[in-house]
């Protein structure tokens, strides 16, 4: 169980134009989930959590407007990047926790190139 | 403020031989939980093991263990006999209320 669905694994898009990346949660709810970014021979580091029927909330540092979050449902977040420049190219990876558990699972990441 | 220090950026070991990858962490909530995760190049991120700030034991989980000294603030991961696919980097996480923050890692080569 608690298994995260993460898609595309992997996008090139050109400069200026937007991505969406999706976050799923295939066999339990999840209020909340998180997106990470990470950049070549570094650590995770945590963007936004994403909160179900409320707005997310950004860690300092991370333009709201650039990285939209949507959480629509309790099975869905997506991340969009907009207006994407070269310096968006990273993996990003989202994560999720049933309720009541300690675990976060994470899903597969999302190699994005921005030429 | 950094709140998870992992202080080995790279790693040898020889296969078969047991390995300890060090991790210390820094929080004033007497609640939390500390992970390990494998990231081998393909980019997934595998748990590994869990320890709560509670518990009395050490995490055991197979071949990886958790030694927790909860004084020193510190959660290393003893990883025994070691294989060629344990090659990867590890993460060491700290979770307190819902974030979850991550060590800078440490990249772990098994030698043949």
């Known amino acids: 169980g608690a298994v995260v669905s993460q898609h595309p694994s992997r996008v090139i898009c050109k400069s200026g134009t937007s991505v969406k990346i999706e976050c799923r949660s295939l066999d339990f709810q999840a209020t909340t989930m998180f997106w990470y970014r990470q950049f070549p021979k570094q650590s995770l580091m945590l963007m936004a959590t994403s909160n179900e029927g409320s707005k997310a909330t950004y860690e300092q540092g991370v333009e709201k407007d650039k990285f939209l979050i949507n959480h629509a449902s309790l099975t869905l977040s997506t991340l969009t990047v907009t207006s994407a420049h070269p310096e968006d190219s990273s993996f990003y990876i989202c994560?999720?926790?049933?309720?009541?558990?300690?675990?976060?699972?994470f899903g597969s990441g999302t190699r994005l190139t921005v030429v | 403020a950094q709140k998870i220090t992992q202080t080995q950026p790279g790693m040898f070991v020889q296969e078969k031989e047991a390995v300890t990858l060090d991790c210390t962490y820094d929080t004033s909530d007497p609640s939390y939980g500390l992970f390990w995760y494998k990231q081998p190049s393909s980019g997934e991120m595998i748990f590994l093991i869990y320890q709560g700030s509670y518990d009395q034991q050490n995490a055991t989980e197979g071949r990886y263990s958790l030694n927790f000294q909860k004084a020193r603030k510190s959660a290393n991961l003893v990883i025994s006999a070691s294989q060629l696919g344990d090659s990867a980097m590890y993460f060491c996480a700290m979770r307190e209320g819902n974030d979850m923050r991550f060590g800078a890692g440490t990249r772990l080569t098994v030698k043949p």
């Open positions: 994560s999720a926790t049933p309720t009541a558990s300690y675990g976060y699972t």
